[in-house]
């Protein structure tokens, strides 16, 4: 009986050590979290992108963590990669001390797109780079929903994905 459900966890692709595998729950789910003013449960993603929707850099972080802390860690992301940026473009949620925060520790010029109207449907510039990146993320069947144990994975399918949508081989 054993070797039948160890062949088909292997099927399935889900090969877990024992310890992890015989537990009662299952295997355990890291970095998972409750964000109450969104109202979301789990995984929040956080990228920075060029002006062609190109991804430059991404954080997976628990929905426990506030926006400001992800964006702080994308901003120190994008400056270990890119030292030759010198302005951000970032949603009306990031406001507060990131601003200034950015540009002590990187230089970083950041600038809030905020919305001017309460429900009413308005392009706003620059945000919407961002938003059909978000959507091409979206293609790939793995970033549809969260499937991945880890951030570290989730991240790494955020690049996979990317690179798919660069080849054209989505």
């Not at 595998?21 to 956080?46: C, L, M, Q, S, T």
């Not at 991804?55 to 120190?76: E, K």
Request: a positive charge.
């Amino acid at each position: 009986m054993k070797k039948a459900a160890a062949r088909w966890g292997a099927m399935r692709g889900q090969q877990w050590p024992s310890s992890i595998r015989n537990r009662p729950g299952g295997p355990v789910k890291e970095a998972r979290g409750y964000d109450a003013g969104k109202k979301i449960k789990g995984r929040k993603r956080h990228i920075a992108v060029d002006t062609q929707g190109n991804l430059l850099t991404a954080v997976v972080h628990s929905a426990g963590i506030q926006d400001r802390v992800g964006a702080r860690a994308v901003l120190m992301r994008l400056f270990c990669r890119l030292e030759t940026i010198f302005k951000v473009f970032v949603d009306g949620g990031y406001t507060g001390t990131l601003i200034d925060w950015a540009k002590e520790m990187f230089g970083f010029d950041v600038e809030v797109v905020k919305r001017n109207e309460l429900h009413t449907f308005k392009v706003l510039p620059k945000r919407w780079i961002v938003e059909r990146s978000f959507a091409w993320m979206g293609w790939s069947r793995r970033l549809s929903k969260d499937y991945e144990l880890s951030p570290t994975t989730s991240e790494t399918m955020i690049w996979i994905s990317f690179t798919h949508t660069l080849l054209g081989t989505t």
